[in-house]
């Protein structure tokens, strides 16, 4: 069974600072490419960072130079250190496998606000 399981969200500053992680099991962690999505309220879901099995990244404009995604191949998670968080960052983010077939995990709620 894949389970993708998401922990690290909470209530924090603007300006401030947050790391998630994704946990994953099921799956051959290696042959996907990890990615976060985000969903705020009354808005469609929206990518925000990828990395693929070599490492190469890629993110959204809106948080280029402030989010950074990593993976632990040897733990099977993937990360997202957030930095310099505004309020428009409150959204549920979801871990994303994308391979041989696509997997969701539940998200984890940030919330930005001082």
């Known amino acids: 069974q894949v389970q993708l399981v998401e922990s690290g969200g909470g209530l924090v500053q603007p300006g401030g600072s947050l790391r998630l992680s994704c946990a994953t099991s099921?799956?051959?962690?290696?042959?996907?490419?990890m990615a976060w999505y985000r969903q705020a309220p009354g808005k469609q879901r929206e990518f925000v960072a990828i990395i693929n099995s070599g490492g190469t990244t890629n993110y959204a404009d809106s948080v280029k130079g402030r989010f950074t995604i990593s993976r632990d191949n040897a733990k099977n998670t993937v990360y997202l250190q957030m930095n310099s968080l505004k309020p428009e960052d409150t959204a549920v983010y979801h871990c994303n496998a994308h391979g041989e077939a696509d997997y969701w995990g539940q998200g984890t709620q940030v919330t930005v606000s001082s």
């Open positions: 099921g799956i051959i962690f290696g042959h996907y490419a």
